[in-house]
């Protein structure tokens, strides 16, 4: 043997005879005797404390050198016989929790390592997700001292388990705070606030835009017992909507039927008949240009189509702006005629005939607008703001199909007309019928395919029990126990629509428990934090009992 090989030998013994000498030995000082006096490394301060205090005090230490000790078993280091090894080794942690069983074995002293525990915890940062929240376990798992490796393992798994349990259990009892998150923003959301300006009620499920709660809306809709009143509800929203359309072409009513645009029309026609009665109009040259417009237009058709009663109402147009002035009924009756004409060609699909009729008529309107007092200019362009909408709303009827057949003004074809109107100010947000003809296409109509989708039929089977009266009876074979079993199909959807319905029901599903937004997060923070980090610290706690 060479003197090299006998000496790394001679270490090796001296090393062993050392560690054996140790076990053997007590410690100077049991942990659980801690004086009740404040020490800094062995020096008194002079400071009575509590033998109680002393003791939590030593238990939170331990908790914080216990976690050093499990990074120090990563950390590798040269021994005194030339390997490498580990910093604190596995007979290093099992030679501590000896010593510092006594101290575990006292109600402070565990008390304390509880809290080091959960303190450690409380420092490792979670996030917010079920992943976050495990790694962030198993990282604390993984620095906890160990014996050997399935210890290890035992730990790291235990804490991800926790941690990640934790989050997921609390994300779910977290929807108790605020069940349903608003997935209103941005345009749907000054939608949805034109509707309530405009007093049309909308369900809770429309007012967040949770789909869940408008699934739960539609299968309402169509179950025996809620169905009545969720149509009642559905007709109410209707019925508002046409109200607040019809509003904007000057009528009072709730619905679009054939008598009530029969009446808004005599009314505009009145009010245009009143303002432009018993005064004298003024003919512009720019009416010439018009006419010869329209003559212009048609000239191609002369000798295939039958031309005359154009070229007749173009002739007297031509007649009157040679004399200058003619009175304001005479100008009414020429502008009834154009009207007239130009529907006419836009029947034939003549739409470069009709726009030009339609622009000697607007001719018409300038000459009469610009001979009315300002008073008056004003009444003549609500009134014609108001025809404009009311014929768009009619356009919209003819689109309507069904619903047309009650006086109700489809969303979709209300979007259609006011589109086809005027398309560049569609784009803009500029029509008049725009916004309101967008938030019903969004909240009025139901946004909820009625068919068998698996949300559908997953929501209608959670609120009728999914025929558990049935499997009740093929179970028991008795009706009476079969009635019981499937009380819930009829009591779940209508305790469902009445909370859904309740005021503080919507107000629970807008706001949460708690309507203050600052108040609320901090809450849910609080509680995701406590619920986390105290899963996080179990195993370690346990770890620490079992020592």
Do not use: C, H
Request: aromatic share 2%.
């Amino acid at each position: 043997m060479d003197p090299r090989e006998e000496l790394n030998m001679l270490r090796r013994l001296a090393a062993l005879e050392a560690k054996a000498a140790a076990s053997r030995s007590e410690p100077a000082i049991n942990p659980a005797d801690v004086p009740g006096e404040l020490r800094l490394p062995g020096i008194s301060r002079g400071i009575e404390m509590p033998v109680v205090l002393t003791r939590t005090l030593a238990g939170m230490g331990k908790a914080f050198a216990d976690t050093a000790r499990g990074i120090g078993q990563y950390i590798p280091t040269v021994t005194q016989d030339a390997r490498i090894g580990r910093l604190v080794s596995r007979d290093d942690v099992s030679e501590s929790r000896r010593l510092d069983q006594p101290l575990m074995d006292t109600t402070a002293g565990l008390l304390g390592n509880v809290a080091g525990n959960v303190a450690l915890a409380a420092a490792v940062p979670t996030g917010t997700s079920v992943r976050s929240a495990a790694a962030a376990g198993a990282l604390l798992g993984a620095a906890q001292p160990s014996t050997n490796t399935s210890e290890t393992l035992s730990n790291i798994i235990g804490g991800g388990v926790m941690g990640g349990g934790a989050q997921g259990l609390f994300n779910l009892a977290g929807r108790t705070i605020r069940p349903v998150r608003s997935q209103l923003s941005g345009e749907p959301a000054r939608l949805a606030q034109v509707l309530k300006d405009e007093g049309v009620p909308i369900s809770i499920g429309a007012q967040t835009g949770s789909r869940p709660v408008q699934t739960l809306e539609s299968v309402l809709a169509d179950l025996p017992m809620t169905a009545g009143r969720e149509a009642a509800s559905r007709a109410a929203t209707q019925q508002a909507f046409n109200a607040a359309a019809l509003r904007r072409a000057g009528e009072t009513a709730d619905n679009a039927a054939p008598d009530v645009m029969r009446g808004a029309y005599d009314r505009l026609g009145r009010e245009f008949q009143q303002l432009s009665q018993d005064r004298t109009v003024t003919l512009g040259d720019d009416l010439l240009e018009r006419a010869v417009r329209v003559d212009a237009t048609q000239a191609p058709l002369r000798g295939m189509l039958d031309t005359s009663e154009i070229d007749k109402l173009v002739n007297g147009v031509l007649d009157q702006v040679s004399k200058g002035q003619i009175s304001g009924q005479t100008a009414q009756t020429i502008r009834s005629e154009l009207t007239k004409a130009k529907r006419t060609a836009d029947a034939a699909g003549n739409s470069r005939l009709g726009d030009a009729l339609k622009n000697l008529r607007d001719g018409f309107d300038d000459s009469i607008y610009n001979g009315l007092s300002d008073a008056e200019k004003q009444a003549w362009d609500v009134a014609k703001r108001q025809y404009s909408n009311l014929k768009i709303i009619d356009k919209a009827m003819q689109r309507s199909g069904n619903a047309a057949a009650s006086g109700d003004i489809a969303p979709a074809a209300l979007v259609q007309a006011v589109r086809s109107a005027a398309p560049q100010v569609f784009a803009r947000g500029g029509a008049d019928l725009r916004d309101l003809a967008q938030a019903g296409q969004l909240f009025v109509r139901d946004q909820i395919p009625n068919s068998g989708t698996a949300q559908r039929t997953m929501m209608q089977n959670l609120v009728t029990g999914g025929g558990v009266g049935g499997l009740g009876y093929m179970m028991t074979g008795d009706p009476t126990t079969a009635l019981m079993a499937g009380a819930g199909s009829v009591g779940g959807p209508m305790a469902a629509q009445a909370f859904l319905r309740s005021a503080a029901g919507q107000r629970y599903l807008r706001e949460g428990l708690v309507q203050s937004t600052a108040a609320r997060q901090a809450m849910v923070n609080a509680l995701r934090k406590a619920t986390v980090t105290g899963a996080i610290a179990g195993p370690q706690i346990a770890g620490a009992r079992d020592d």
